[in-house]
């Protein structure tokens, strides 16, 4: 079975934005054995709601007889920075007021993020990574953290992300955000502040998350008399509700900004500047539908990483897609491990629906 750590950094820790953290903690799972040869480390980066338990959002891929089988990996997945399960977030107490950190929380980067990781990775005394996977913001933080310490990783699998954060993806959080800002509460300092405008959010996500054929198969009403109380607004609703049972709107409004400052080419002359730092052997994994990180991203990355391989996923589930059909990515994971030593097309498509 999974189990669940805690790692405690007791040191200063300064942020890309000039202010620091007293010190940290960071929420880990890990799973399976460090093998005699410590060449088996798989590590994962959940995406902006996630924690660190990859079990319960990938299962697809990690357990007995996947791809990621703990008789033979031994994988790591640690809950952000910033985040809400576990880890240093608003929610955690200041050691300089004994207060929660609320709305004085700083400001968080992808590079922060990966900073805090690389320090847990370290500890666990593990210097080279078979393979860092992640998906939509886990995949911003896995692409960022393979070009900041390009000897640790040997592998990377970006899943339906990109390299910098488009306007289109800024745009959707600001909405987001707006939503959380109108709500009343939103300036106070309580655990609750900004739920309400969470649940919007949540709902204006969806839309980004999802595809339209998607709504159309799942969400569409049989009775064609009603003139209210649809399907699709109950699940707009539903979501809603149940992210606010589990989530706060001060990890979400801080780990969207990280998204929207996500760009690998910041201080390092530019975006192919940067992939160029990249030596890992990189699967980018779009899905046809995304909206939000759609295809034409991943295929930009790959005509700018020499030897990488480009995987499609077909899915009407939109972004979605890439914690849905877990078939066709576990099957793209296992050819692209499979062809490292031949010499077939870089390009592939998966057929299984």
């Not at 393979?146 to 959080?173: C, Y």
């Not at 998607?214 to 009603?226: A, G, M, R, W």
């Not at 001060?250 to 030596?279: C, E, F, I, N």
Request: glycine residues 8%; hydrophobic residues 35%; negative net charge.
């Amino acid at each position: 079975m999974p189990e669940q750590h805690l790692y405690q950094y007791q040191q200063p820790f300064k942020l890309e934005s000039g202010e620091s953290l007293p010190g940290f903690q960071l929420a880990y799972t890990t799973y399976g054995k460090l093998s005699p040869q410590r060449d088996n480390v798989v590590w994962v980066c959940h995406a902006l709601t996630g924690n660190s338990d990859f079990t319960e959002w990938w299962p697809g891929l990690f357990g007995e007889g996947k791809v990621y089988d703990p008789a033979d990996w031994f994988i790591v997945c640690a809950n952000t920075l910033g985040g809400c399960y576990g880890s240093t977030g608003p929610l955690s107490v200041n050691p300089a007021t004994q207060e929660p950190y609320y709305h004085a929380f700083p400001e968080l980067t992808n590079r922060d993020i990966v900073d805090a990781f690389d320090l847990l990775r370290k500890e666990l005394g593990l210097e080279k990574v078979h393979t860092l996977i992640g998906g939509s913001l886990g995949g911003q933080q896995a692409m960022e953290w393979a070009i900041k310490s390009p000897e640790v990783f040997e592998r990377l699998i970006h899943v339906a992300s990109n390299a910098r954060h488009s306007a289109w993806g800024i745009a959707f959080n600001e909405s987001q955000r707006m939503a959380i800002r109108l709500d009343s509460t939103w300036a106070t300092n309580s655990e609750t502040a900004g739920l309400e405008g969470l649940k919007t959010a949540r709902s204006i996500a969806m839309l980004s998350y999802r595809h339209y054929n998607s709504y159309e198969k799942s969400q569409t009403d049989t009775d064609y008399n009603i003139k209210d109380g649809y399907r699709a607004t109950s699940y707009q609703l539903y979501q809603g509700e149940k992210l606010a049972k589990r989530f706060n709107a001060y990890t979400y409004w801080l780990l969207s900004k990280a998204m929207d400052s996500h760009h690998v080419g910041r201080h390092r002359g530019g975006l192919h500047q940067a992939l160029h730092l990249l030596k890992a052997r990189t699967l980018f994994v779009g899905v046809d539908s995304d909206l939000l990180f759609p295809l034409t991203e991943q295929q930009h990355l790959h005509e700018h990483v020499p030897g990488s391989v480009l995987s499609v996923i077909h899915s009407d589930y939109g972004h979605d897609g890439f914690l849905v059909e877990t078939a066709q990515l576990a099957h793209a994971i296992q050819k692209f491990y499979e062809e490292e030593n031949t010499h077939e097309p870089l390009v592939f498509e998966n057929r299984e629906r």
